[in-house]
């Protein structure tokens, strides 16, 4: 929702003129349960009497898509278009992005009216990008149902599409208007994708936050096996830390003006790679806790970390159920993706790396060479395969 634009006019001489402009954003981000409850008045708050374009993912449309279609009716003056949106990280394209625009026209969807994603880190990117792009820019709110999506995917302010087998490389700075939390969406999570979404918790724990760290060591077990309910307590200040550590994270520099080094960033050098290289078997959050390992190796090779700090940022990965690396990862060819990483980043790798759980520093590709990486390869292929989890004292 853009609250405030200004623009104003400055001359420079007689035949250059500059034209300066603001604009000032708001995006409220509405922690709630049971959204779809008929007397939660957050989602309706929210939409403010437009006339939304829900899409829908094929597994919310089986677990929740009757109960959302009561909801609107009983909330929206008007009839409201539903889509659903069958698309996957390797369909997550610029057609995914069309197919929307489209239906939206063919709808009539309004300049004002707002598309409403509910799904998961896939559904919410490909509504940002086509809410950007559709009449030049279309409010849109995000309602994720997935853990990469609660703490990551659904709150931030960039979206994305894949494109000629690069990860993420098209794509806009669009902020929703609200994005809409309900941590019980996640309990009817298939396992491996609460595991999947824990990688993300687990990236703002070792790099801003030692209090997350504590949680999941102590509490990443049950939280895993109970769909992030039990116990409750821990399950509210993990999500509680994990959303505001990325926030505050974020507003740093929201749209990237400031530099490419972003702390958030941790776990997302390597791992585009992986996930491409693997054709997606390896899912986003999997392959963002083997390039969380591999960082954690290169730092302590690089003496930025300690031995007994990095074995337990390995170990936090290992206790979640997360794998440290991939059987097809060829060391070479990883190397070799790092300069598209440096592209992205305006020439700099700024690979962030744990100084110790909690903190972080960034080095560039210099420090990193393949000898780096095989040794911290063959170190993380050994210790996956000895399964072992080390105690630490508290």
């Known amino acids: 929702m853009t609250l405030a634009s200004e623009a104003r006019l400055s001359v420079v001489n007689a035949h250059t003129t500059e034209l300066w402009s603001t604009a000032t954003r708001r995006q409220l981000i ?33 677990l929740y898509g009757n109960r959302i279609r009561d909801y609107l009716r009983s909330n929206c003056p008007d009839a409201f278009p539903t889509l659903l949106l069958r698309r996957t990280e390797q369909s997550k394209t610029l057609s995914a992005v069309t197919e929307i ?11 004002a009216d707002p598309m409403v994603a509910v799904g998961g880190g896939v559904c919410t990117d490909l509504v940002g990008v086509a809410a950007a792009l559709f009449r030049r820019g279309v409010p ?5 149902t997935t853990l ?14 894949n494109h000629a087998s690069r990860k993420s490389i098209m794509g806009t700075f669009h902020p929703p208007e609200a994005s809409l939390l309900d941590p019980g969406l996640i309990a009817s999570l298939p396992r ?40 409750t307590a821990e399950a509210e200040r993990l999500v509680t830390y994990a959303v505001r550590g990325m926030l505050e994270e974020l507003a740093r520099n929201l749209f990237e003006w400031t530099g490419y080094a ?35 190796c290169v730092s302590n090779a690089l003496g930025l970390i300690g031995d007994a700090a990095c074995q337990r940022g390995l170990d936090l990965l290992l206790s979640l159920g997360l794998e440290l690396t991939w059987w097809g990862l060829d060391v070479h060819k990883l190397l070799e993706s790092l300069r598209l990483v440096c592209e992205h980043r305006a020439g700099q790798l700024n690979l962030c790396v744990p100084t110790g759980i909690g903190r972080h520093t960034f080095v560039d590709l210099a420090d990193v060479d393949v000898t780096v990486l095989r040794h911290a390869h063959d170190r993380l292929t050994a210790l996956q395969a000895a399964g072992t989890v080390a105690k630490h004292a508290r």
Request: some cysteine; charged content about 20%.
């Open 192 to 231: 491996r994708h609460v595991v999947n979404g824990m990688a993300e918790i687990a990236k703002v724990a070792l790099v801003a936050d030692h209090r997350l760290a504590e949680i999941l060591e102590s509490h990443g077990t049950s939280l895993v096996d109970s769909g992030l309910s039990i116990p």
């Open 101 to 111: 625009c489209e239906f939206a026209s063919e709808v009539g969807l309004g300049r």
């Open 30 to 62: 509405v922690r709630t349960s049971d959204i779809f409850h008929r007397d939660n008045d957050v989602l309706a708050t929210a939409l403010a009497g437009r006339r939304p374009l829900v899409v829908l993912t094929p597994s919310v449309e089986r």
């Open 148 to 161: 990469i999506g609660l703490v990551d995917a659904g709150l931030g302010t960039k979206n994305a599409v």
């Open 262 to 296: 972003r702390a958030m960033d941790f776990g997302h050098t390597f791992s585009p790679h992986i996930e491409v290289a693997s054709e997606h078997d390896v899912l986003h959050g999997e392959a963002v806790a083997m390039d969380m390992a591999m960082s954690l």
């Open 140 to 144: 849109h709110l995000k309602i994720p």
